[in-house]
Each structure stands twice: as structure tokens, then as C-alpha cells.
């Protein structure tokens, strides 16, 4: 069965880096995934997505730029290279495994998919001014 967990957040000074891991139990050549966060008192946001069948990318406007997103396959695991971290960058951030015949943007664009995906617990990012 598949299990995604996250590690790697923390508390960073403004303009910091951070990186993040989602480790799943299976392997993501049969799975797209997402990065999304939520902080508080908002909406969980997509922000970042790879497809494991042919590793294209989706970056959201608010990380474009500052977010990288790879994969590294033979560890089942994908990574959020997060620098430039900016204070609005706080919140729980959550990676999510889904279907890999769906398309990267609207796994992280379309509430409506979220439904199929597999969750992790979240990790939480806090960026100080």
C-alpha cells in the first residue's frame, strides 16, 4: 500500500533555504507528485508538482523562480529544494502521490483532484522576518 512521509521543514531566517523530502513506500514511476502547503487560516495551496512517467514540472507563481522540484528515483523520493524563503512561505507543507495519468499543473491547480491523492502527514516550515 502506498505511504508518503515528509521531512525536512523547520525554522529559517528570511532569504534562508530549506529542502524538503517525501518518501514513498512504493516506486513513483507510476505516480505524479505534489507539493502543497496551507498556512494558517488559508486555503491549502498547490505549489509545486513532477510527473514520475516523464518528470515534467508544474510551479506555481508564488515559488516560481525560488522552489525546485526533482526527483530521485531510486530512493522513491522527491525532493523541494526551497530558497529565497520568504516569511509568507510559512505553513504545513504536504506532499501527495497521485495517479501518473494525471497532468502535473492540475494536480496542484484543481481542488477536485486532491480526492484521488495519497497524503502525508505534512511538515511544518516557519520563515522569520
Known amino acids: 500500500q502506498l505511504q508518503v512521509v515528509e521531512s525536512g521543514g523547520g525554522l529559517v531566517q528570511t532569504g534562508g533555504s530549506l529542502r524538503l523530502s517525501c518518501a514513498a513506500s512504493?516506486?513513483?514511476?507510476?505516480?505524479?507528485i505534489g507539493w502543497f502547503r496551507q498556512a494558517p487560516g488559508k486555503e491549502r495551496e498547490g505549489i509545486s508538482s513532477?510527473?514520475?512517467?516523464?518528470?515534467?514540472?508544474y510551479y506555481a507563481d508564488s515559488v516560481k523562480g525560488r522552489f525546485t522540484i526533482s526527483r530521485e528515483a531510486k530512493n522513491n523520493t522527491v525532493l523541494l529544494q526551497m530558497d529565497s524563503l520568504k516569511p509568507e512561505d510559512t505553513g504545513v507543507y504536504y506532499c501527495?502521490?497521485?495517479?501518473?495519468?494525471?497532468?502535473?499543473?492540475?494536480?496542484?491547480?484543481?481542488?477536485?483532484?486532491?480526492?484521488?491523492?495519497?497524503w502525508g502527514q505534512g511538515t511544518q516550515v516557519t520563515v522569520s522576518s
Open positions: 501527495a502521490a497521485f495517479p501518473h495519468s494525471l497532468l502535473v499543473a492540475p494536480i496542484a491547480t484543481d481542488p477536485r483532484l486532491r480526492k484521488f491523492g495519497t
Open positions: 513532477i510527473s514520475g512517467k516523464d518528470g515534467s514540472t
Open positions: 512504493l516506486s513513483l514511476d507510476y505516480y505524479a
